[in-house]
Each structure stands twice: as structure tokens, then as C-alpha cells.
């Protein structure tokens, strides 16, 4: 109760940190989408270089983000952003990279080769290909892994709080350093609860924009 | 019209070149059906995919319309040629109609023309247009999706098709079902066509000609019945099978071999004229009688006219079967196996009696070509050849 009481005392600001975490979010992993999108299709053209950009993309991940949040204070502060919002957004997008491209990657890779070879057979550029063809057949896959991403970011993003980026990572890191449960508990249920919500905002999106002949071949698959 | 000439592939594969065809040089009259026939990994599929560069010829050309296509730009190639492939390929994120005007849209036709194209070709494949246009590949049937790929294939009305198996993953049925509906569109439509397919049967119902491929070399060109009468070699001979006599059947109409002299009697014959005519015209066992329309209404027996008296209206059996002019000799043999009889009465389009076929007629007439041949020295029995 005692928790319920303090949240809604703070909604206001609950409400315009939640904002500020998505925002932080949405606009890194936006960003990821323009970059990793287009890297995971031109890596479709030959596999030495798609094994290589997935080798480094997959390192990437594995740097813990306080960490990576660390080493881009010195790099960042040359141009005066060492730490706020341009490290967290930076580390989000890298973060992002991984599922986006190989997401990509892997469906562009997996579009039926009979469909190919009509679509060359009739004549299609290999941009009309791409427009035509496999980019609408990828969306789906495409768009599971801009969901990974986001769930992983707003996890990642909570802990951007202690740089300075803001979001809701900021109640749980005073809720430590006060030493006040309801702050750090409200913030963690608020991140995991934003997760959540999001994932199936995203899942909405994604049947959207999956084309209408494939959901019949979707769910018989 | 297309035309080969020395088209050759070879494949750098880790073991080695792999010659996959090898100087391929032939000649497709223009409105004809050439059907590339041979076992996997002969090089007739390879052969096909180096006429629009899905595979890329070693060396070699290829003449469309007399035109050296080498100078062409390969997607604008791609679009003059026909394309259907025995995966369909249909683009499962489009309707109906936009996988079958993707070619007319990629040429920049405007909208109203390629929407009433494709009007069109649904009415030429058969299929309802207000039915199907609007619905996705995936809601279609097999054989339904594979016609759709032929209209596709057709939509920008190319002179040339280009057909990779394309009902060979269609079940045997339906298979015969849209075999003979393109077999009735292309006698429209006189497209220029190659047709690679592994199924001789397919092959004499579908080609003009037929080239039989063997290890990347095209053994023999020729039509489906001198293929069949003279196989080049022991290779083309088995391939064909041991039953290629028979598979001519499918080759020659009855129209060919018909007879129009045949005895008939009327319904107001006496069975004693029946008898008479029987003896006259020489038969073994019966007399068909026809009616006042002249067509057929039964048979008079030979031993019923010998013992009966009477007029042949009150003592005839039914007429067993009858056959067309323009049915083959495949459905004439299967019916007089069926009734065990040696000849069968031969109706006009109208049902009129015109003349009759007999089981002697159908052998001399398939047996001559094979006698022609073996009285000509010059080609020697192959098993001697080799």
C-alpha cells in the first residue's frame, strides 16, 4: 500500500520520467533501425563480410553497459557530452546493432530461393527486387528483432541513470543511495512493466505491417 | 523464333570444370513448343537458364527473333521472355493481380491497361477474375497458384516463354487438366516455347519437338514421332522405354487411318440382308446398323442373323463403343481392349457414322515407320552401332 500511495504522490513524475525513458529509447533504437537495416542487407551480398559485421556486433553486446558507459566518458568529453543523454543514446544504439542486423541479415538470406529466381526471372532489378520482394517479406523478422532490441534497451537505459541520462532508471539509483525501497521498487517494477507494455505495442506493429498474403503461411507455419 | 548457337556452360567446381552443356546448338521455329528432355543433370534446365541469364553461357549465343540477345540489357531481356519455374514463385505479399501484372507495372504500362490485362488473363486461364484477383497465393490451390504463374509469365504478352518443370510438382490429375488447357491456349496464342521437363509421356503430349539431352550434350532433335520411330542411339532408346511403339498411339488421330468403307445395315433389313452383307463385306462376327440419321444404334450378330428370321430393329445388341475423328489411337486401342473387339465404328462431329478402324489398320500403320527403317541400310540397328 505503502508503495501504491508513494506512486501515485509521485505520478506526475513517474509519468514525465517514463516519457523521458521511452524518448531516450525510442530515439536510439530509431536510429539503429536507419543504420542496422540497411548493414544487414548489404551484408547479404557476401557472407565473409556478414560474418565478420555479426563477430563485432556480437562483441558489442557482451560489454557490460556500465562499462561501455565508462569507457565513453573520456572519448565523449572531447566534444563535451562525457556523460547525459548522448553516451546513454549512443550505447543503446550500439546495443541495438546485433539483433537488428542479424535479424535482417537472416531474413533477407531466407527468402525463398524459387521467389528469387522468379523475381529474376521476370526481369526485376536487384533494387526492385529489394523493394518488391524481400524487404516486404523480411518486415516480420525485421520487426522481431527491433523488438529484442527495444526490451533489452530499456533495461540497458535504466542504468543510464547513474550517467546522468534521466528515465526511470533515476528512482532506483536514489532509491540505493538513499536507501528508500519504495523509490527503488517503484522504478523497477515501472522499467520491467514499460518492458512489457512496449513488447506487445511493438508485437501489434509488427502484424501490421506483415503483409496481408503471409499471415495465412505465418500461423500454418 | 530461338536460336543456340554453341551455347556452352562450364562449372568450376572444387573437383574440377564440370561441363554442364556443352556447344548446345538447335533451333526453335517460331511458334512452336520445343520440349528439353533428359535425366537430372543432363543440362537441359542449364540450358534454359542461359537463355534468359539466369545462367550466365561460357560461351555461345543466343538469337531470339533472329536478334543476338547478347547486346541486350539482361532485365529488359528477362521481360521479353516468359518465365515459369516449377516452385511457381508467386510473391506471396501481393494479390493475384498484382503478382500478375508485376511485369506490365515493371515495363510502366499504366494502370487501367494492366488492370484490364489481368482481367484478361484470368479469363484466359479460366479462373473467375472478381473471385481471385483480390486474394493472396496462399489461399489458392496448387494447380490454381501454377496457372496464375503461367498468366504471369504471359501478362506482358512476350513472344518467347521460357517453362522450367513447370507442372511437375502438380498432381497427376490436375496435372493433365492444365497441360491441355495450354496446350488449347497455345494454339492461340503461337508463343515461341521451351519446356524442360524428365517425363517422355509429358514430352510427346506437349512438344512440336523434342530435344533429348545427355550429359550436357543434346543427343537428339526431333519431332515427337520420328523420336519415337528412330531413336538416335541405345541412350534415346531406353529412355524412351520399351513401350515407345505404344507411346505413338498418343500421336496419331484417328483421322489418319480411318476407313470410310464400311458395311451398314438399317432397322428395316431383313436379318437375312444383315447375313448377306456380313459375308460381302467379309467381317467375322458382326454388322453395325445405323439409323435413319446415320447413326449407329446397334450390332447384328453374324451367328443371330444365321438362325433368326426377322427384321435387324428386333434383334440387334448395343453398340459397344463408338470412337471421334480427332480422339487418338491411345483411346481407340484402350476401347477395343476394354470390349474385345478388332475394330470400332468411327462417328463425324455430328454422331454420323463415317467410317470404321481396325486393330490391323493401327499396327500396319505404326508398324511402317519402324519397317521403313529397317530397310535402310544407312542407319544400322542401334545395338549394332554401338
Known amino acids: 500500500m505503502e508503495l501504491i500511495q508513494y506512486a501515485l504522490d509521485n505520478l506526475n513524475l513517474l509519468l514525465g520520467r517514463t516519457v523521458e525513458h521511452i524518448a531516450l529509447v525510442g530515439v536510439a533504437v530509431g536510429i539503429a533501425i536507419l543504420t542496422g537495416v540497411p548493414i544487414g542487407i548489404a551484408i547479404t551480398r557476401s557472407e565473409r563480410i556478414a560474418r565478420a559485421v555479426l563477430y563485432v556486433a556480437s562483441i558489442i553486446v557482451t560489454i557490460p553497459s556500465i562499462a561501455l558507459f565508462g569507457i565513453m566518458i573520456p572519448v565523449l568529453s572531447l566534444i563535451g557530452h562525457g556523460i547525459g543523454y548522448v553516451p546513454a543514446v549512443i550505447a543503446v544504439l550500439l546495443y541495438s546493432q546485433l539483433p537488428i542486423i542479424r535479424n535482417t541479415y537472416t531474413a533477407i538470406n531466407n527468402v525463398n530461393p524459387a521467389l528469387r529466381e522468379a523475381a529474376r526471372g521476370i526481369g526485376m532489378s536487384p533494387n526492385q527486387r529489394l523493394r518488391m520482394v524481400e524487404i516486404p517479406l523480411a518486415v516480420p523478422v525485421i520487426m522481431a528483432g527491433v523488438r529484442t532490441a527495444v526490451v533489452l534497451n530499456i533495461g540497458v537505459m535504466a542504468i543510464a541513470a547513474y550517467i546522468g541520462a534521466g ?52 500461423e500454418t507455419a | 523464333m530461338i536460336q543456340l548457337d554453341n551455347l556452352t556452360k562450364v562449372f568450376d567446381t572444387p573437383k574440377g570444370a564440370v561441363v554442364a552443356a556443352d556447344h548446345i546448338s538447335m533451333e526453335v521455329p517460331a511458334g512452336e513448343i520445343c520440349i528439353l528432355l533428359g535425366p537430372s543433370g543432363c543440362g537441359k534446365t542449364t540450358t534454359l537458364k542461359m537463355i534468359n541469364r539466369i545462367i550466365r553461357p561460357t ?49 510502366g504500362w ?13 479469363a484466359m486461364i479460366a479462373l473467375e477474375p472478381d473471385a481471385f484477383l483480390k486474394r493472396y497465393p496462399s489461399e489458392l490451390s496448387g494447380g490454381q497458384q501454377q496457372r496464375i504463374g503461367v498468366a504471369r509469365a504471359l501478362a506482358a504478352d512476350p513472344p518467347v516463354m521460357l517453362m522450367d518443370e513447370p507442372f511437375g510438382a502438380i498432381d497427376p490429375i490436375n496435372r493433365a487438366v492444365i497441360q491441355d488447357e495450354f496446350l488449347k491456349m497455345q494454339q492461340e496464342l503461337r508463343k515461341t516455347i521451351m519446356f524442360v521437363s524428365h517425363d517422355i509421356d509429358e514430352a510427346i503430349k506437349m512438344g512440336d519437338r523434342i530435344a533429348v539431352f545427355r550429359e550436357g550434350r543434346l543427343v537428339q532433335y526431333a519431332t515427337p514421332d520420328d523420336l519415337l520411330a528412330a531413336p538416335k542411339n541405345a541412350f534415346v532408346e531406353s529412355f524412351l522405354g520399351e513401350d515407345r511403339a505404344l507411346k505413338r498411339l498418343n500421336l496419331v488421330k484417328v483421322r489418319e487411318i480411318v476407313t470410310d468403307e464400311i458395311g451398314t445395315v438399317s432397322p428395316g433389313d431383313t436379318l437375312q440382308t444383315a447375313l448377306a452383307k456380313i459375308d460381302d463385306f467379309g467381317y467375322q462376327n458382326a454388322i453395325l446398323m445405323v439409323n435413319e440419321r446415320g447413326q449407329p444404334a446397334g450390332i447384328i450378330g453374324r451367328s443371330v442373323a444365321r438362325t433368326t428370321k426377322g427384321y435387324c430393329r428386333d434383334h440387334f445388341q448395343a453398340v459397344p463403343a463408338v470412337v471421334g475423328l480427332d480422339d487418338d489411337l491411345r483411346k481407340a486401342a484402350s476401347l477395343m481392349f476394354a470390349h474385345d473387339i478388332t475394330w470400332l465404328p468411327c462417328v463425324d462431329e455430328e454422331g454420323r457414322v463415317c467410317g470404321q478402324i481396325t486393330q ?27
Open chain 1, 167 to 218: 528515465g526511470l532508471g533515476t528512482f532506483i539509483s536514489r532509491g540505493i543511495s538513499q536507501s528508500d525501497p519504495r523509490q527503488l521498487i517503484v522504478g523497477a517494477v515501472a522499467v520491467s512493466l514499460l518492458a512489457i507494455v512496449v513488447d506487445y505495442g511493438l508485437l501489434a506493429v509488427q502484424k501490421a505491417l506483415t503483409p496481408k498474403g503471409m499471415e495465412r503461411a505465418a
Open chain 2, 110 to 122: 499504366d494502370k487501367a491497361r494492366y488492370k484490364a490485362r489481368a482481367r484478361e488473363m484470368m
Open chain 2, 360 to 386: 490391323r489398320a493401327m499396327t500396319s500403320h505404326l508398324g511402317a515407320r519402324f519397317r521403313a527403317r529397317q530397310g535402310d541400310d544407312r542407319t544400322p540397328h542401334p545395338a549394332l552401332k554401338e
Open chain 2, 59 to 107: 560461351s555461345g549465343k543466343v538469337f531470339i527473333d533472329g536478334e543476338d540477345t547478347s547486346g541486350l540489357d539482361t532485365q529488359e531481356l528477362r521481360r521479353n521472355l516468359g518465365y515459369v519455374i516449377q516452385q511457381i514463385g508467386l510473391f506471396p505479399n501481393m494479390t493475384i493481380e498484382e503478382n500478375i501484372t508485376v511485369v506490365p507495372r515493371l515495363l
